[in-house]
């Protein structure tokens, strides 16, 4: 259980640093249908919310 969440918070701050997905669809993509509770997750693993990590992280040419 620990390695499939481990797993999905690194793809989600991959895509938060190198897509230009919104975090409604990266959250989708990971399983996640609330956004609300990806962002709270998000926020315990990484201590900071998507919107906050993809700040700190930009990337020069985001992927579509």
């Known amino acids: 259980h620990q390695y499939i969440l481990k797993r999905r918070f690194d793809e989600a701050g991959r895509l938060l640093r190198q897509s230009g997905f919104s975090i409604k669809e990266i959250a ?3 399983g996640y249908p609330d956004v609300t509770v990806f962002c709270r997750n998000f926020k315990r693993r990484h201590g ?3 919107g906050q ?12």
């Open 28 to 30: 989708c993509s990971l």
């Open 48 to 50: 900071c919310t998507p």
């Open 53 to 64: 990590y993809r700040s700190a992280h930009p990337t020069a040419n985001p992927q579509l």
